[in-house]
Each structure stands twice: as structure tokens, then as C-alpha cells.
């Protein structure tokens, strides 16, 4: 049995040539699937019965269980998935006044290490497949205000650019309008800095969101906390990022998690400014979300505000990520951390 949604559409039109069936009806199938969130096969109306039968005997819809969900005063919902093979996942929507975001994850575990992501504690168990990321999204959709969900966001647990063919499979279905239908612009994918995804990415026709997760800003504090840097050294990922910036012609977020005594002073803060400096960029601050088991801790606001200050005069355009969903360890991979180690 296969998942269904692991078929682009044209895959899912040679299913039905091969069994004789009509190929319109795979737009039929998508809309079900994508637009109205069909349940079953068998809820498919305008299909005939004993094609909704054959897909039935052949595919199934669903591969996620959900184990746990939790709700943020905030609004913000985090799930626990168990995958087919009992692997566990996150996923998290996000409600603002303006957008539902869904965040969604690429790989069971996480290979990279990064010091303050849960998601690295249990080591990497396996990619995602392009249908469990879409199930994600379809969950989420169901599970939000107006079942909607405006934005996506690859940033839960897992390196997008190592799962680089299924994660692009999946967006190309959530990009298209036969599919979720949600715009590339509105699709970011954040990435702890793989050069040659990077390159590869530039090279795609989509208008997708690029984020950086930097978080650093000298080649020993990064390597330290982010052992990616080892391979992919700070000089080399921002020099990419200006050869991004150029052949796209679009603008680059980099993600910079404060943690306390590691990289949130005025020092750390002038670097970051002099390294970004002529890049077409955005800077998104994150105080870290505490994380006991690491001793990760966010510095004081105060000390915050005063880096975010300093990028300012020095004309970075900067914003300060709102903490969500704390109440509820929503940051990457901390949830599962809980359960898997119980
Ligand atoms: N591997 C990708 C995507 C997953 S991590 C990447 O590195 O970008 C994405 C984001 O998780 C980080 O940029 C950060 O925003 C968030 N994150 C992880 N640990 C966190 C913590 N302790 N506090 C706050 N945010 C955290």
C-alpha cells in the first residue's frame, strides 16, 4: 500500500491511465484530498464507486497518528505525531492577527547538533517523505482557526536542504493550485546554512523565502554552537548568501537565537552588524526558549533590546520574534524530547 500523496499530480494521472481509468479524474482526487480534506476514499462523491474501491485496495490517505496535542494561551497548538514506523514528529500552528502559520517537520530526529535545538538530542532516525510533510499541513489545516492555514514555515524538527528532494516534491504541491494552493512567497524554508542546497535553491523557479539560522556571528562561537560550521564555515555561508541575493533578487531572513552568555552582548552584536552589512537582509532576534536539559536561557530583556538597538544605527533592519507557545515548549524538537525519553 502506498501513500496517495506521495503522487504528484501527472503520477497520479498514470495510476489511473494504467488501470483504465479517466486522467480528469486525478483533479478530482487532488481537490479531495487538498481543498475539501477528504476523510476516505469512500467520501469522494463524484468519483465512481468502483474506482473510489480500487484506490481504496491501493492507496491509503492517512500515515500519521496523533499521539498528544497541546494548546498555548496564545493560541498556538503543537502536535505529536507517531509516523508509520513509530518515529515521532512535531508539528505547530500558529495563529496572528494576520496569518495562521503552519510549522512543519522534514526528518525524524535531526543529524546537526545545534547546542541549544532539542532536536538533535536523539540523534537522526530518518527523512520525511513528501506525503507525511503534507499530512502535517492537512492536520494542521484542520486543526486551526477557520481550518486555514495561510504560511508554512520549514523550520520544526529536521535540516529541510538534508531532505532536499522530498522537501521540494512537497512544496511544489503546496504551491500549486491544484494543491494547497499557498502562494511560494508565503513558503519559507529555514536552513542552518547547507551551501550546496543553498546553490541548488537559487537555482529553482520558486519564489520561496530563504531563512538563515545564524545565530552566531565569528567563525568559534558559531562552530561551537552550531557544528555545521565545521563543514559549511560562517565566511563561506555568507558569501553564498550574497551570491543568493544576487541571482534571486530576493531578500535573505537570518534567524539569530539570543542565549545568554553566549552571543547577546554588545560585542557579539557589532560583529553581526559589520558580517551583514551590504546584504539585502532581515534580521530576526529570537530570545532562546529555555531549554533545562542544555541550560539554555534567553538573556534579559534589557540586554535585548541594547543588540537590538545597536543593529538599528547601524541601518539592519531587525525584528524581535515574539516568543510563542512557550507555556507548551514549542520551540524545535522539545516535545518530542519529552516523550521519546520517557
Ligand atoms: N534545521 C533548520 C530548521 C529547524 S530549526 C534550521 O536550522 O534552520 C529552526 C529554528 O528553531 C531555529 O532557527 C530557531 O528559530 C528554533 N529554535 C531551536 N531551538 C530553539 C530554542 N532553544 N529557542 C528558540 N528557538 C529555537
Not at 485496495?57 to 513509530?86: M, R
Request: net charge positive; aromatic share 8%.
Amino acid at each position: 500500500m502506498q501513500d496517495i500523496k506521495e503522487l504528484t499530480l501527472e503520477e497520479l494521472k498514470k495510476a489511473l491511465k494504467n488501470w483504465g481509468a479517466d486522467e480528469f479524474r486525478a483533479r478530482q482526487i487532488f481537490a479531495w484530498i487538498y481543498k475539501k480534506g477528504a476523510g476516505d476514499f469512500m467520501q469522494m462523491s463524484d468519483l465512481p464507486l468502483d474506482l473510489r474501491e480500487r484506490l481504496k485496495e491501493n492507496f491509503y490517505l492517512f500515515g500519521l497518528k496523533l499521539i498528544q496535542a497541546f494548546k498555548s494561551h496564545d493560541g498556538t497548538k503543537k502536535f505529536l505525531f507517531a509516523l508509520k514506523d513509530a518515529n515521532s514528529i512535531e508539528a505547530v500552528t500558529i495563529p496572528t492577527e494576520k496569518r495562521i502559520t503552519g510549522c512543519i517537520s522534514t526528518q525524524a530526529g535531526c543529524k546537526f547538533k545545534c547546542s541549544f535545538c532539542a532536536s538533535g538530542a536523539l540523534g537522526f532516525k530518518r527523512n520525511l517523505t513528501s506525503a507525511e510533510m503534507l499530512e502535517e499541513i492537512l492536520f494542521l489545516k484542520n486543526n486551526s482557526p477557520q481550518k486555514k492555514t495561510t504560511h508554512i514555515v520549514f523550520m520544526g524538527i529536521g535540516e529541510p536542504l538534508d531532505n532536499y528532494i522530498n522537501v521540494m516534491k512537497a512544496i511544489r504541491i503546496i504551491n500549486s493550485r491544484l494543491g494547497l494552493n499557498i502562494g511560494a512567497r508565503r513558503i519559507t524554508i529555514s536552513t542552518n546554512g547547507i551551501i550546496p542546497g543553498i546553490k541548488r535553491l537559487s537555482q529553482e523557479d520558486l519564489q520561496i523565502e530563504l531563512s538563515i539560522s545564524l545565530h552566531a556571528a565569528d567563525e568559534k562561537t558559531r562552530a561551537r554552537i552550531m557544528p555545521i560550521n565545521k563543514i559549511y564555515p560562517l565566511k563561506d555561508l555568507i558569501s553564498t548568501c550574497r551570491e543568493y541575493i544576487r541571482k534571486t533578487n530576493r531578500q535573505i531572513t537570518f534567524e539569530y537565537i539570543l542565549i545568554k552568555g553566549v552571543n547577546s552582548d554588545l560585542q557579539n552584536a557589532r560583529k553581526l552588524s559589520t558580517i551583514l552589512k551590504d546584504l539585502n537582509c532581515k534580521v530576526n532576534l529570537i530570545p532562546a526558549n529555555t531549554i533545562k536539559e542544555y541550560k539554555i536561557e534567553p538573556p534579559k530583556h534589557s540586554e535585548v533590546l541594547v543588540f537590538k538597538n545597536l543593529l538599528l544605527k547601524q541601518g539592519i533592519n531587525v525584528t524581535l520574534r515574539k516568543p510563542r507557545g512557550q507555556d507548551i515548549e514549542a520551540a524545535c524538537g522539545q516535545l518530542r524530547l519529552r516523550y521519546e525519553k520517557k
